[in-house]
């Protein structure tokens, strides 16, 4: 079965900083994988998925970015922060019966 | 319209009491349905999917499909405290290319008080 690491685990950063968030996956290869961020209170928002290294499809266009320099790491980066960047990041991965797992998250607040 | 909707509660239950959250969604071909537990400051858990029109059980919950309401239900029975939690409703896209994305509800918490 997969696991899903995500790092950090909790993130505080000033507005206009930069940002990466790692997803790294074991236990599969070739995964799809998948950015959500859920802000308080909210529902989950697709962020970016990936069917492959480098393939990257975003979903709401913003100041986020994604890559996958690696065929289980997924990164999700900002060049400079906003407030409403703030939320509960998660990254999923689809499993070979085509059912997604969430990793543990990284809570990122931006001041 | 949403895509996928779900009140958001709370529902509040009695411990040992039937639970029943509901989910509704728009579009007509979705084929598979997810429900998805999510504990305070925790990532979601997927505990059921249901791919057919009828009932899924699975121990003590229950997923039921509509598919000519565009309606999906999760059941839990013998309620305990420990089933507090945001339950999401969770519905497939296809995308482009073969791929699909999750559509999720915002969530309903369950509250079950002793």
């Known amino acids: 079965s997969q696991t899903i690491h995500q790092w950090p685990a909790t993130l505080v950063q000033p507005v206009g900083s930069p940002l990466s968030l790692e997803c790294t996956v074991e236990?599969?290869?070739?995964?799809?994988l998948y950015w959500y961020r859920q802000a308080a209170g909210r529902g989950l928002q697709l962020l970016f998925y990936?069917?492959?290294?480098?393939?990257i499809s975003s979903e709401v266009p913003q100041n986020l970015s994604a890559s996958r320099p690696q065929d289980r790491q997924f990164i999700l980066s900002s060049k400079k922060l906003l407030l409403s960047d703030s939320g509960f990041y998660l990254c999923?991965?689809?499993?070979?019966?085509?059912?997604?797992?969430f990793g543990p998250g990284t809570r990122l607040t931006v001041l | 319209q949403k895509e996928v909707e779900q009140n958001s509660g709370p529902l509040s239950v009695p411990e040992g009491a039937i639970a029943s959250l509901n989910c509704t969604y728009s579009?007509?071909?979705?084929?598979?349905f997810f429900w998805y537990r999510q504990y305070s400051g925790k990532s979601p858990e997927l505990i059921m999917s249901i791919y057919s029109n009828g009932d899924k059980e699975d121990g003590r919950f229950t997923a039921q499909l509509n598919k000519a309401s565009q309606y999906v239900s999760l059941l839990i029975r013998d309620s305990q405290p420990s089933d507090s939690a945001t339950y999401l409703c969770a519905v497939r896209k296809g995308l482009s290319g073969g791929y699909n994305k999750l559509i999720f509800g915002a969530g309903t918490r369950l509250a079950v008080h002793p």
């Open positions: 236990g599969t290869s070739n995964p799809n």
């Open positions: 999923a991965s689809r499993d070979s019966y085509n059912e997604q797992f």
């Open positions: 990936s069917v492959g290294i480098g393939q």
């Open positions: 579009d007509r071909v979705s084929q598979s």
